[in-house]
């Protein structure tokens, strides 16, 4: 099964992204697992002010960014991918919602690309144009219903959720089978159930005697109860 083994990301911010560097994600890169590149938009601009925005058509508030240097940035990005589909992700309170389901769809595409927007949003042309280009896929998304500043954040969320469910990125596979937000056998999202380590005691607060017990069966029915329990309570709160 082939899996997504490069990221670019066009922003006006690189220094947004500096965080890919670290942990999980700057590790699968030292490893060679993956390729990332960050892209500064204003690098494709022509005039001396390096303007990347402009004010709307028909009128209103806000500023919306030029379709110009993004057609540009969007080609150079996907010349780093020769010969592959290049997913285009555009980051918008607009999108599809990310979902565990979508952050595992996302880690079959060879090349993906963000789009992350600031001001009002980008010149919905750039979408149709890539949305009707030969190798290009385009999807917009979104992290959640709420407005930020930009798509740099969001950008960072999707790809951490996508960078950890590669192969070889983490070693112990069931940590990946067994944790949050994976399928019960009847295809309902479980979040996971509650984890003890030591001490025993803590603060007058003890360990469930059932995961003391050695019991796996016992446990393993403990446990999933316990993830039905909190499922219920988190995702049926207003
Ligand atoms: O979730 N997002 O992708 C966003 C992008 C830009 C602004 N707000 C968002 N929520």
Known sequence: MSSVNRFDVITIFPEYLEPLKLSLIGKAV????????????RAQTTDVHGSVDDTPYGGGAGMVMSPEPWGKAIDAA????PNEIHELIVLTP????LTQELAQTLTKSK?????????????????DFYSSAKNFKVREVSIGDYVLGGGEVATLVIMEAIVRLLPGVIGNSASLDEESHTLSNDGETLVEYPNYTKPKEWRGLEVPEILLSGNHGEIAKWRLEQALIRTSL?????
């Open 234 to 238: 988190r995702k049926e709160s207003p």
């Open 30 to 41: 030292s490893n060679g697992l993956i390729k990332i590149g960050v892209h500064d938009l």
């Open 111 to 127: 090349h993906l690309i963000f789009a992350c927007g600031r001001y009002e949003g980008i010149d919905v042309r750039v979408s």
């Open 78 to 81: 996907a010349e780093l991918a």
């Open 94 to 97: 607009a999108g599809e919602k």
